[in-house]
């Protein structure tokens, strides 16, 4: 099966280029093939940590610590704060 592939160039500091080169030695992959293992294992933590606010949400309100309307709330203002974060150069 071929896989469409889409080139692409960063702009990484010494210490990042050296832990990517070391990284890609010890599992005996690509440079590229590390990113890709970052990149996927970044997503997935970053959807379990919402996957679980979530739940934690649902717990208050089953316990009837916090209603629907505020656990939406709630939401509604981390993500606002998440899109005003500074995520760095070309985000």
Do not use: C, H
Not at 16 to 25: E, F, M, V
Request: aromatic share 6%; net charge negative.
């Amino acid at each position: 099966m071929a896989i469409a592939k889409q080139r692409t160039s960063f702009a990484l500091d010494g210490e990042t280029i050296r832990l990517l080169q070391a990284l890609a030695n010890r599992w005996q992959v690509s440079q590229a093939e590390v990113v890709r293992r970052a990149v996927r294992l970044a997503s997935e933590a970053d959807r379990s940590d919402a996957e679980g606010l979530i739940a934690r949400l649902d717990d208050y309100r089953a316990a009837g610590r916090l209603t629907a309307e505020e656990a939406e709330a709630y939401l509604g203002a981390v993500a606002e704060g998440r899109a005003s974060w500074d995520r760095g150069p070309g985000s």
